[in-house]
């Protein structure tokens, strides 16, 4: 899948956590694409992590890198 | 089989804790304080005469017919505006009483035509069955007087004579049968709320007249039935009934089209289905309906159907009618083969929306079990996933907390994102009578909807919004709670996370969210931002509906979270009168969500990776389930464009119409290598099929559906379906070409399974609902007559949870190229893609999808009224034709997505929910510009789509 979309969507999903403070906000960036992404989805974000996570906003890097 | 009966009580049902006994006709009868003699009697069994007075509505006391007397009183009163007192005695019959009634009716009967045998209400008048009951044998006055009978009287023209109102397509007003009860006039003002009938003139020179004395389809009139229903006469008259008869049996069903759920009569001359008359015992609409509901059913027997399934190789070839073995051989073997080629998680299904419980279980079922892939998702993906997600975060439970009947109880009705009047139509009615009761209301929608001000109705505060800032709003209106000492602390301490909350009233209280800053924001005056919260907070019941306007948005689901947080600050959660409510779309969309549709969840919102619940499933249908959530509808269609993604089964879904993106979703179908589609037409979808499988209407199939109040109701079948298999068949017979073996006899079968496995549904039966008509989930051992109210001890997920709700603007922003911000809806007459109600009569309302512009923007433009307009976004671009109008606030437009050929979703965005991927339809960053018709794309879709739908004659 794109990786722009998917950065996008990474990107939205911690932003939405943000306001409740990185430490909270890391497991919950986590947990969310672990429960609503398909397989595929998290994989292509994967691979997008293992070059480098390019216009992920660094709160998203930090949760889903790893 | 026969007609259902219902009784006609003659005046409302009146809720009193003290009793009354009073003496009717010798019999002694205990009724509450304030029931009318009229209705005593009937519960009695005796029938009073009457002609003006009908359950559904206030007494009126006109007719004269339902006199009677009391020992001690002067005179006759009428039974239907008199209370019973104590120890009264009445009697019905008496020799004056049998002279009066006769003198009255024999006037009635004077200046009415005497064409019974040809008339349409023979076999249902309610005058003929009164002058029977009085036993009228003589008009002594003859029929040549003064008169509204005849066009010419005494050799000249009779100008009191009026011709028959043919104008709507559904009934007819025949002024010369009309007794002038009022019936009409009253259930218009009193179900309706519309106010579109009144009586002109007096004495002699009374009237029905639509609005100022036009035809009913140049007044005001929505054409909701309400009028035809309580008309005792042939005055109005449904057009089916004029062609056909009278009805001789019906079967009580749950209406197809939208969330509100609303049961039918269906009345049935044979397999022949003649009129829709909505059911008094109904629990959503209370014998109340609307044009779609009662009118908009034709479609059923529309010639467009596909009674036979076809196939075909590739799309741009013409379609082969088949057997239905051949056809779902070709579906088995393509999918296996897909599967085999390109992966298990290749393939995938939409469920249906518009389809019963039973069918959509059914369908996640093939897919999980069959397909062996969570590849599952269903219309709520673009419309409430972010309510699913949002409450269930907040409260516990992925669906609204009340009944409709707690809107009787709520002081202050705040509408957000939703046009009830239009959308929810019965629920919008419901709504008016409780403000016109004195409820308070606030609405916050971009648009001046109809309910902002209407008839008798005017919201106290209409806070006219720019898109895409409902969390702000709604933060700030916490601010206001929070910051002026507004809050329920007695509730939250006991109900909700206090820690939560302190920070939570901490985050809302920051000056960022005060009114003053938010302001400037969302084009809303501070003033009118803290008048709503204060009202909201403080004027008693507070109850929130709200639509799509709220989840269709890159912050859909913090919205909802938004708005749960304001129910729980005020403590209006849990008793009737409050509560978050949202207006689902479809018919069964919270069914569809219940039934397991959503790819990460089970049956009853359990995750897919909890190993026990997904044990349950996979004992119970013997067999191994991916633990993994599969892929939503947009997340199908950018796997399809890239190529992991190859074959799809559609049952009753449009996506291509309906979905955002349309340039997206058409090259994601087109990418695919078997597209099975199964829908009553060939929809716009299925243009890109190689696989058509006829479908059946909600009248040739059993079943159940679920309403936005959680509602279970049963769907009954009337007639054969025409393509020969109900729907859940269709679905069965393909399981079973897939090797699943699978033997449901019917419908209730398969809730014995739902039952089984979802723990809300764990008492729900066939024969339960048979017997009580309806429930709503959970209904359970703990619950076993259902839930009317949720959340009344304690959460469902144990402490109320506060969310911060930080607004994050969309990444879809106006700029010098796309200065207008667009968003989409809908309107009463049509529904969804309009692929049913496209093909009814209901097209007079709504022909085609119009831009609502404001005058400013539209004189900024050199646009004027009716002329054809380009609307250009990032994603593309469509024309259309203008409606100015000042409902829209400058700088935004709006339109519908009902004709396929508008295309108006080449223009929305892929933009979407944070948490859910619902499409944010409601924001798109536009340029309006005149235009001098349709553009290419729209004539080229209009080939296209021609070219597809061919059929080849079928081969010998």
């Keep these: ?66 | 089989m026969s007609l259902v009966p219902e009784t006609d009580f003659g005046t409302k049902a009146v809720h009193s804790d003290k009793t009354v006994t009073v003496t009717i006709d010798g019999q002694r009868i205990a009724v509450p304080e304030g029931t009318s003699i009229m209705r005593a009697a009937m519960e009695l069994g005796t029938k009073i005469p009457k002609l003006c007075a009908t359950d559904t509505l206030d007494a009126f006391g006109s007719c004269r017919l339902c006199l009677v007397e009391i020992e001690g009183r002067a005179g006759t009163p009428a039974s239907c505006t008199t209370p019973c007192a104590p120890n009264m005695v009445v009697h019905t019959q008496t020799p004056r009483l049998k002279q009066l009634r006769n003198g009255v009716m024999e006037l009635y009967i004077s200046d009415h035509p005497l064409d019974c045998l040809t008339c349409a209400a023979n076999g249902d008048c309610e005058l003929q069955e009164m002058a029977g009951a009085v036993g009228l044998r003589e008009v002594r006055y003859g029929q040549d007087g003064a008169n509204h009978v005849s066009a010419r009287t005494g050799g000249c023209d009779n100008h009191h004579y009026k011709a028959k109102d043919t104008s709507n397509p559904y009934f007819t007003y025949d002024p010369a049968k009309c007794i002038v009860c009022n019936r009409c006039v009253r259930a218009c003002q009193e179900v309706q709320g519309t106010f579109a009938l009144t009586i002109s003139g007096r004495g002699f020179e009374s009237r029905v007249s639509p609005g100022m004395d036009e035809p009913f389809m140049e007044s005001e009139c929505v054409s909701c039935g309400a009028c035809v229903q309580a008309c005792p006469t042939a005055t109005l008259t449904e057009k089916k009934v004029i062609e056909i008869g009278q009805p001789e049996h019906s079967v009580v069903t749950t209406c197809a089209y939208c969330g509100v759920g609303c049961t039918f009569k269906a009345e049935m001359r044979g397999q022949e289905l003649v009129r829709m008359v909505p059911w008094k015992d109904g629990k959503a609409n209370r014998g109340h309906s609307c044009v779609k509901g009662r009118f908009a059913w034709g479609y059923s027997t529309h010639r467009d159907r596909i009674l036979k399934p076809m196939i075909r190789e590739k799309i741009t070839d013409p379609w082969r009618e088949v057997s239905w073995d051949e056809a779902l051989l070709r579906v088995a073997n393509e999918f296996r083969r897909i599967q085999g080629q390109y992966g298990k998680k290749a393939v995938g299904g939409i469920t249906s929306s518009r389809c019963t419980n039973e069918e959509v279980w059914l369908v996640q079922k093939l897919i999980r079990a069959g397909f062996g892939t969570n590849n599952v998702d269903t219309c709520a993906r673009v419309c409430h996933s972010p309510t699913g997600y949002g409450l269930a975060t907040a409260y516990g439970t992925s669906a609204g907390t009340q009944d409709f009947d707690s809107i009787d109880q709520a002081d202050v009705i705040v509408i957000i994102g939703a046009n009830p009047t239009d959308g929810h139509p019965v629920v919008g009615s419901k709504l008016k009578r409780r403000i016109r009761e004195g409820a308070r209301l606030i609405v916050i929608d971009p648009r001046r909807i109809d309910i902002v001000e209407t008839p008798h109705v005017k919201a106290d505060y209409h806070l006219a919004l720019q898109p895409g800032t409902n969390v702000a709003i709604l933060t700030s209106m916490a601010h206001v709670i929070v910051t002026e000492g507004l809050a329920n602390e007695a509730f939250i301490a006991e109900r909700c996370d206090i820690e939560e909350y302190r920070e939570w009233a901490a985050f809302v209280s920051d000056m960022r969210y005060s009114p003053e800053t938010i302001s400037p924001l969302t084009g809303v005056p501070a003033r009118l931002i803290r008048d709503a919260a204060r009202l909201y907070a403080t004027g008693g019941n507070a109850a929130i509906y709200y639509g799509l306007g709220v989840t269709e948005h890159s912050q859909g689901s913090t919205t909802v979270m938004a708005i749960a947080n304001l129910a729980m600050a005020t403590g209006n959660i849990g008793r009737p009168g409050v509560g978050v409510n949202p207006l689902r779309g479809q018919n069964n969309v919270q069914g569809s969500c219940d039934m397991g549709s959503f790819p990460h969840e089970l049956p009853g919102y359990r995750h897919i990776s909890n190993d026990a619940v997904r044990k349950s499933f996979e004992d119970a249908w013997a067999t191994t389930l991916d633990s993994e959530p599969g892929l939503r509808i947009p997340n199908m269609l950018d796997a399809a464009v890239e190529g992991s993604f190859k074959a799809i089964y559609i049952q009753g879904e449009d996506i291509l119409q309906s979905d955002p993106d349309q340039t997206h979703v058409a090259a994601g179908l087109a990418a695919m290598e078997c597209v099975v589609v199964q829908d009553l037409f060939l929809n716009e979808t299925a243009n890109y099929a190689h696989v058509f499988l006829p479908g059946s209407t909600f009248l040739e199939k059993d079943g159940t559906f679920t309403n936005a109040e959680r509602r279970i109701q049963r769907v009954r079948k009337v007639m054969e379906p025409k393509n020969g298999k109900a729907d859940w068949e269709v679905t069965q017979a393909l399981a079973r070409t897939f090797g699943l073996d699978w033997n449901y006899a019917h419908p209730s079968e398969i809730m014995e399974e739902v039952a089984a496995l979802t723990p809300s549904f764990a008492g729900v039966t066939y024969e339960k609902l048979d017997a009580v008509g309806s429930v709503q989930w959970p209904c359970n051992e703990e619950h076993p007559e259902g839930s009317p109210i949720m959340h009344v001890d304690r959460f469902v997920r144990g402490k109320g949870h506060f969310v911060l709700t930080e607004y994050i603007p969309t990444e879809e922003r106006t700029g010098p190229r796309f200065p207008l911000l667009l968003t989409t809806g809908r309107i009463l007459s049509q529904y969804n893609v309009g692929a049913q109600t496209r093909r009814t009569e209901n097209v007079l309302w709504h022909q085609e999808d119009m831009l609502e512009i404001h005058p400013h923007d539209a004189e900024q433009r050199g646009v004027k009224d009716g002329d054809w307009v380009k609307i250009q976004s990032r994603a593309g671009e469509i024309a259309l034709r203008a409606e100015i109008t000042d409902r829209v606030a400058p700088g935004v437009v709006y339109t519908t997505f009902h004709h396929p050929l508008t295309r108006a979703n080449v223009v929305t965005t892929d933009f979407s929910d944070w948490a859910t991927n619902c499409p944010e339809y409601k924001v798109t960053a536009v340029q309006v510009s005149p235009s001098n018709g349709p553009l290419q794309n729209q004539l080229e879709y209009e080939a296209f789509s021609r070219e597809s739908r061919r059929i080849a004659p079928a081969a010998e």
């Design chain 1, 1 to 66: 899948m794109s990786s722009s979309k998917l950065v996008t969507m990474a990107n939205q999903i911690a932003l939405a956590f943000q306001a409740q403070g990185e430490e909270r906000a890391l497991p919950q960036i986590r947990a969310h694409v672990e429960k609503f992404w398909d397989p595929r989805m998290r994989e292509g974000l994967r691979v997008h992590l293992s070059q480098g996570g390019d216009g992920l906003d660094p709160l998203a890097l930090r949760a889903l890198a790893d």
